[in-house]
């Protein structure tokens, strides 16, 4: 299993700040088809996930650009910019290149 | 607007079967490959499976391949997730998703 490993676990961060989170994997989620499936989520309290970013860097219909996904091979970064009230929650990397794994989560709150 | 919608969750014996639904509207089912991801109550995140558009083709979690089922009705816009031989450690929040778009979550308690 492709095992993912995002730190840190939590985040705190003032309204308006800068912060990322930083997603590695076991082994390299190049796929053979040449993409990366490498996606992200945020999840707010009591609502399902909501997609950000996927295959690595594209952002989601609806995303503001505050997020922006970078990284290759087994390490990957999401960068929250002038975060807002509604960006709080939990954020998750996910691969689809072997299987499907996500990660362990990172809970972003306010400072 | 996409809307997918879960059902069939519940307390359950451990040993019992368990079927959940998700019925999609707001967009072409038969076009989308769909995926079941569970969430336990400490929030950890697990895919269990995808089924391709055409029902053709399932991919499952190794850990769980032997005991859930995946299938479709493109007819009816409705996903299936058959559960068998449950045990505590499937109590989740169950959700069906597009990858992009993702269901509100069907609780599942398994317990006696």
């Not at chain 1, 390299?28 to 499936?37: A, E, F, M, R």
């Not at chain 1, 309290?45 to 609806?62: A, D, E, M, T």
Request: hydrophobic letters at 30%; proline letters at 4%; one cysteine or more.
């Amino acid at each position: 299993d492709v095992v993912m490993t995002q730190t840190p676990v939590s985040l705190s961060v003032s309204l308006g700040g800068q912060t990322s989170i930083s997603c590695r994997s076991s082994q390299s989620l190049v796929h053979s088809d040449g993409n990366t499936y490498l996606y992200w989520y945020l999840q707010k309290p009591g609502q399902s996930p909501q997609l950000l970013i996927y295959k690595v860097s594209n952002r989601f219909s609806g995303v503001p650009d505050r997020f922006s996904g970078s990284g290759s091979g087994t390490d990957f970064t999401l960068k929250i910019s002038r975060v807002e009230p509604e960006d709080l929650g939990v954020y998750y990397c996910y691969q689809g290149t072997h299987y499907r794994t996500f990660g362990g989560g990172t809970k972003l709150e306010l400072k | 607007e996409v809307q997918l919608v879960e059902s069939g969750g519940g307390l359950v014996q451990p040993g019992a079967s368990l079927k959940l639904s998700c019925v999609a509207s707001g967009f072409t089912f038969s076009d989308y490959w769909m995926s079941w991801v569970r969430q336990t109550p400490g929030k950890t995140m697990e895919w269990i499976g995808d089924i391709k558009y055409d029902g053709s083709y399932t991919n499952y979690a190794p850990s769980l391949k032997n005991r859930f089922t995946i299938s479709r009705d493109n007819a009816k816009s409705t996903l299936y997730l058959q559960m068998s031989n449950v045990r505590s450690e499937d109590t989740a929040t169950y959700y069906c998703t597009t990858t992009a778009d993702w269901g509100q979550g069907v609780m599942v308690t398994v317990s006696s």
